[in-house]
């Protein structure tokens, strides 16, 4: 366990807080890497934040994610929709990823409602703005035995 995780963005996720602000929300990249690595830190775990606007620099960053972290949340953006080769690096390195949207992609224009990742993640979080992130973080952790089970009475 290295006790750390990625959080990725890609291309747009940049302008967040400005981009349609009625859609995406008023936080700023660096608000949502701020609130996802306090929380991140609640459980001893620390935070890998990186966004980019190009497609070789996500799988990139997907290969080099298999040697330092134990899993990923990543809002792929319109890549979503499009990257057979995200897709691909995804099943290639074999580390849980957590898809995350701000917006409810299932209840937008139509292809924004097909993902082109999400067989290959272990579950996808969409339509709570900001608090995607934060749930799909709380699912990551579940899903690498980090948070404590409940205990049923
Ligand atoms: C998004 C949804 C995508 O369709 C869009 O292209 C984005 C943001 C979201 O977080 O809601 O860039 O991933």
Known sequence: ??????????????????REPEIYGRF???DINQIVTKAAAVYGVSVKAYQ??????LIDALHEARTNVDGVVFNPGAYTHTSIALRDAISAV???VVEVHLSNIHARESFRQTSMLSAVCIG??????WRSYVLGLNALLGALGTLAEPILE
């Open 124 to 129: 996808q979080v969409v339509g709570f703005g």
């Open 28 to 30: 700023t990249l660096v």
């Open 52 to 57: 980019s606007n190009h497609e070789g620099a």
């Open 1 to 18: 366990m290295h006790n750390q995780i990625l959080l990725l963005h890609g291309p747009n996720l940049n302008l967040l807080g400005t």
């Open 94 to 96: 074999k580390i849980p």
